[in-house]
């Protein structure tokens, strides 16, 4: 069964370092998207990605994160420097199109930022 | 605003039994609603969902959901508890933006923990 990659698994990084989160959608899926879970709290939006360009974003998804799709296959989020509360699970999924099709994701990165 | 809440932080069944976990939903217009589990470190498996028509739905692993409109609700069922469907479930509604693409909004989630 296909299925959303992401990596790393998990990642630890010092406050100010840029990282960038990797991800593999299911080869077919044209929608793209980003999550983000603090410990103990809610899975949220963090931003959408179609055709090549960014459909949504959340209030989260400030001028620190970026995405990118630099080739066919890899879709990757970058935080140009962290902040210690950046730390969360960051989830990748993606979609083969809009409204009735259900997200696929990813089995998430931990990022720790120290 | 869209939201859903999962009242229960927890919900213990002996294996054999019959399990439910809680979802209700708050939206304006027609509902599209979601459940995904998540297994210690996997990501969030798609289990089911509900757009139109009936209101039982069916998913993977022998799970169902049953939309009830008028209690605004989309609560998660499985006849029969396994060990294997301890997990932690969330409950989510699509969010459509006018752009016309979406997002789910999450439920807090719920710890299911089937005792053998």
């Known amino acids: 069964e296909p299925e959303v990659t992401q990596t790393p698994s998990h990642q630890v990084t010092q406050m100010g370092q840029e990282v960038i989160l990797r991800c593999v959608p299911i080869s077919n899926h044209l929608y793209f998207y980003w999550y983000r879970q603090i410990l103990g709290q809610k899975v949220e939006f963090l931003v959408s990605f179609y055709n090549n360009e960014i459909s949504e974003k959340s209030e989260i998804f400030d001028d620190q994160f970026s995405v990118e799709r630099p080739d066919g296959s890899n879709f990757t989020l970058k935080i140009r420097s962290t902040k210690l509360e950046d730390s969360a699970m960051y989830f990748c999924a993606s979609s083969v199109g809009q409204g009735r099709t259900e997200a696929f994701f990813g089995q998430g990165t931990r990022l720790t930022v120290v | 605003a869209q939201s859903v809440a999962q009242p229960e932080d927890q919900v213990n069944v002996a294996e054999g039994n019959p399990l439910t976990v809680k979802c209700t939903y708050s939206?304006?217009?027609?509902?599209?609603l979601f459940w995904y589990v998540q297994y210690p470190n996997r990501g969030l498996q798609f289990l089911l969902k509900y757009i139109t028509g009936d209101n039982l739905v069916k998913g993977s692993y022998g799970f169902e959901a049953e939309f009830n409109k008028s209690q605004t609700s989309f609560h998660l069922k499985k006849p029969s508890a396994l060990v294997s469907d301890s997990a932690l479930y969330f409950c989510?509604?699509?969010?459509?933006?006018?752009?016309?693409?979406?997002?789910?909004?999450f439920g807090t989630g719920t710890r299911l923990k089937v005792l053998a």
């Open positions: 939206v304006s217009g027609n509902p599209y």
């Open positions: 989510a509604v699509r969010h459509l933006f006018n752009s016309g693409t979406y997002k789910y909004i």
